[in-house]
Structure formats: C-alpha cells, structure tokens
C-alpha cells in the first residue's frame, strides 16, 4: 500500500464480538491504527466507516 498511496494513514476495523477485544489490543501493540465496530453497526455493514 505505501507504494501506492505514500504518505497514506492506513487502518483496519475489528469486529467486536464474544470473544473480547485481544485481538483488536494485539493490533495496536504493532502499530495498526485499529476500530473496533460494532457486529450491527449500518455504516459497517456499507464499509463506511468514520
């Protein structure tokens, strides 16, 4: 991606769920920009996310 997009801010979504948000921590702990979204939310289900 930062061939592409240079200069970029990149993220990714978690979808919160039963088994808590490890993985969501783990994510952040390298770094990754992460969102942790709700499994219902209508903008996620678009791939709208704010």
């Known amino acids: 991606m930062q061939r592409k997009f240079p200069g ?6 978690y979808e919160a769920g039963f088994n808590g948000t490890s993985t ?10 992460n ?6 939310c209508p903008l996620a289900l678009r791939g709208v996310f704010l």
């Open 8 to 13: 970029g801010e990149y993220y990714s979504t």
């Open 35 to 40: 969102i942790v979204v709700h499994p219902k």
């Open 24 to 33: 969501h921590e783990d994510l952040c702990k390298l770094g990754i920009k």
